[in-house]
């Protein structure tokens, strides 16, 4: 099976321009993760999905960051409008329920983003 | 609040030489504890995990300890090899055999093994 493919690899803005990261998950699975990683935070989930349902959207990133999914296969993580504090690298992550490898969060190569 | 801290930030050790990581947490409802590896340019990925039932894990070179009254664990690698060079996360999580949304991750541990 394919992994977790995320494009574009990497984006440069300009600050208050409005930036959409793509996301398309291992095929079957049940669950999608959006992450951003920075050296100082660490990881910090964005938001979540259980079979396309948003579950749980970060508090502090609500305001100009909105996921969607589109289709089981599809999701895409929009900043609007970005400002230079959001560079960092997002991922994508997906998992699935039942089966060995239940709970294991598969990750993408991830978007590096670079907010001028 | 940082719910799960990781120790040390950087560490280099020589090849063939025992790398120990460690991690400690704060909410006692946490009972999964996988450990990630992330090469550069790449996502993370599942090295290994612990429930906490048990209080060891191995994998090959990899072992990792878990203690739950003092709510630290260790990664241990040995023969350490340069292709092990890599940034490593602890994470933790209530996870109950759903969802594993509630994943918490260290900031990481950057290890360089040296030839």
């Known amino acids: 099976d394919a992994g977790v493919t995320q494009t574009p690899r990497h984006e440069v803005a300009e600050k208050g321009q409005t930036i959409i990261l793509k996301c398309e998950p291992v095929?079957?699975?049940?669950?999608l993760f959006w992450y951003r990683q920075t050296k100082i935070q660490g990881l910090e989930l964005l938001s979540y999905f259980r079979s396309k349902s948003l579950m749980e959207d970060g508090g502090a990133f609500k305001d100009r960051f909105k996921a969607e999914m589109l289709n089981s296969s599809f999701s895409t993580l929009k900043i609007q409008p970005t400002e230079p504090k959001d560079s960092a690298v997002y991922l994508c992550?997906?998992?699935?329920?039942?089966?060995?490898?239940?709970?294991?969060?598969?990750f993408g190569e991830g978007s590096k983003l670079t907010v001028l | 609040q940082q719910q799960v801290r990781q120790s040390p930030q950087s560490l280099t050790v020589w090849e063939g030489g025992t790398t120990v990581l460690t991690c400690s947490y704060e909410d006692s409802t946490f009972n999964y504890f996988p450990w990630y590896q992330q090469f550069p340019g790449e996502g993370p990925a599942l090295l290994i995990s612990?429930?906490?039932?048990?209080d060891k894990k191995e994998d090959g070179r990899f072992t990792t300890f878990f203690n739950k009254r003092e709510k630290k664990l260790s990664l241990h690698i040995i023969d350490s090899q340069p292709g092990d060079s890599a940034t490593y996360f602890c994470a933790a999580s209530p996870y109950s055999g759903g969802s594993n949304y509630k994943l918490t991750f260290g900031k990481g541990t950057l290890l360089t093994v040296t030839p």
């Open positions: 992550a997906s998992s699935r329920l039942g089966g060995r490898d239940t709970g294991q969060l598969y």
């Open positions: 095929s079957g699975h049940n669950d």
């Open positions: 612990i429930l906490s039932v048990s």
